[in-house]
């Protein structure tokens, strides 16, 4: 189970510094040990957007929203954009520590369900659940597990996507019945 984390404080910029210190122990074993090239992407992607992530919040506190575990791990960390008839999911990243899956403090789904707290941060405002993101650093596949599709906009690179009404509902029973 997780909590909600609405703005950035100063307990935020510590988790983030700390995620930012692992990642450049990770990349910089990624660059020296044999780790295969999926993962060594997959961490140097997480770094870049961890760096942009603590960036942004750094302006814009009020803009941040993440999930802690039990032991208040702060597991998964986004930017988010009220756009006036969306949520605009500028970036997402997980705990560094939930790449490699061996770490006692991984755990799994932390990525979506902060997703899923901000369908309903969307659907509280009157938006319906819907969230817009483009995909980065590959990104794509996880946004269609979870029902996000293209909308034709973006880039090869970094493909706009939406989660539409009808995918947030589904989404949101979906995760109550597990």
Request: aromatic fraction near 8%.
């Amino acid at each position: 189970m997780f909590s909600v984390v609405n703005q950035a404080n100063s307990v935020v910029y510590r988790d983030l510094a700390q995620w930012s210190q692992i990642t450049t122990e990770l990349v910089n074993q990624a660059q020296t040990m044999p780790i295969d090239l999926p993962l060594r992407i997959r961490i140097q992607s997480n770094a870049a957007l961890i760096s942009m992530i603590s960036d942004e919040v750094l302006f814009e506190p009020d803009s941040f929203r993440g999930v802690r575990d039990t032991d208040s791990n702060l597991q998964a960390a986004a930017v988010v954009t009220d756009r006036q008839d969306h949520l605009y999911l500028d970036y997402i990243a997980t705990a560094p520590w939930n790449i490699l899956k061996n770490s006692p403090r991984s755990v799994r789904n932390a990525a979506t369900a902060l997703i899923v707290e901000l369908v309903l941060e969307s659907t509280s405002k009157g938006y319906f659940g819907r969230i817009i993101a483009d995909a980065v650093s590959g990104s794509a596949s996880f946004y269609e597990t979870i029902g996000f599709v293209r909308t034709g906009f973006g880039s090869n690179a970094a493909p706009e996507m939406e989660l539409a009404p009808e995918a947030a509902s589904l989404l949101l029973r979906n995760r109550r019945n597990t």
